[in-house]
Every structure is written in structure tokens, then in C-alpha cells.
């Protein structure tokens, strides 16, 4: 589908309409401020857009995106955005979302030399090393990115889990993670469950960062 600029100003004037139709204080009401309960952390993929895929309204998520849905420490954006949302927002959820037929992950599968993405899709080829006994025995592509895409997720919750910003959250007020995945094909959300007391449990020797 070919997108002109100018109608991108056109698609923002109708969505304007839209809600002052159906609330003529909407605006005013938005410019308030925001109290997100969820940090949503996913991936750049045009496809898999946060907001649409829940149904959530304007001031329910704070959205942070980026290629294959990762959570590296030494990202200072993404870092920062987890600490605003903990720090400041005080939200109640970090919510993971992976989707199926992931380009970072395909990339990341392929060997090939592409420049600065070699530095970020490392994070994803250590997930496969992690879980490679796993991935080996599934012989089908698809399957095996699939999985790969899960693994991922639940990697990048526990990387979360071992930061301090989220331990002296979820000490102070209890603050959860959660792991999806976005089947591509029927539209529908996977819960992972994702079990914080498990991979606590094996990690708090190690990343215990907060007394």
C-alpha cells in the first residue's frame, strides 16, 4: 500500500473528527497528563501496532518498541523507559510482546554481515545459544523461529528481572511482568505465563541487586 504524506495529515484530521464527535472534551481531557497501569515493550514491526492489537485507549499503555522486542541493559533509551515507568508512573504491569514471523529474529538466523544491526541482533543469537539444544531438534524454519520468538520473550522478561530499578518496584508496590506473543495469523495474543518466582528463584543468587 503507497502512503502519501499528505495523506497521513488527511487520516490525522478524520481521527480528530472522530473523537470530538463522540466526546467534544476528549483533548482537553488528554492534555492532563498520563497514569498508565502497563509498560507495554515490543516490537517496531509496522504489523504489530500495541495500542490496536489490545484495544487500548490513548493514555492506557506507555509504549516502548524496538526491533525484536528486546530489553538490553546497556540501551540507555530502553532503559530509560522502564525506569520513567517505575519510577514516575508507577505502573502495576511490564507486559513483553513478541509476534510470530519476527524479522529481527529471521535476521538474526541468517548468516550475514549487516552493518550496525550485527551489535543488536547479537542479544538474539545469545538467546538461541542459551536454548540451542532446544531449536536444534525442531527441523522445520518456521517452527523453530517460533520458538525462538517465545524463548526470546521470556528472555527479555528475566532481563528485566535482573535490573534494580524493577527489584526496588516490585519490592515497593509489587509491580508484574507478563509474556506474549502476537500470532500474526489469527490476530490473537499468547500468554506465555511467565513465572517471576521461578526465574527468580534461579536468578536472585546472582542479580539480586536490592536488599
Known sequence: MSVKIEDLFKYNQEWV????NLDPD????LSEGQSPEVLY???SDSRVTAENIIGARPGDLFVHRNVANLVVEGDINGMSVITYALDHLKVKHIIVVG???CGGIEA????GDLGVLNAWLVHIRNVYRLHQQELDAI???HL????????NVVEQCINITKTA????ARKEYGVEIHSWVFDIHTGKIIDLEYDIEKYWKLAEPIYRLIG
Do not use: S, T
Not at 476528549?26 to 481531557?29: E, G, I, L, S
Not at 538474526?108 to 548468516?111: I, S, T
Not at 530499578?165 to 526496588?168: A, D, K, Y
Open 17 to 20: 473528527n472522530k473523537k470530538l
Open 26 to 29: 476528549f483533548f482537553d481531557k
Open 41 to 43: 515493550i515490543g516490537c
Open 99 to 101: 509476534h510470530y514471523h
Open 108 to 111: 538474526a538466523m541468517a548468516p
Open 139 to 141: 527441523e522445520d524454519d
Open 144 to 151: 523453530r523461529n517460533g520458538r525462538l520468538v517465545e524463548l
Open 165 to 168: 530499578v524493577f527489584q526496588r
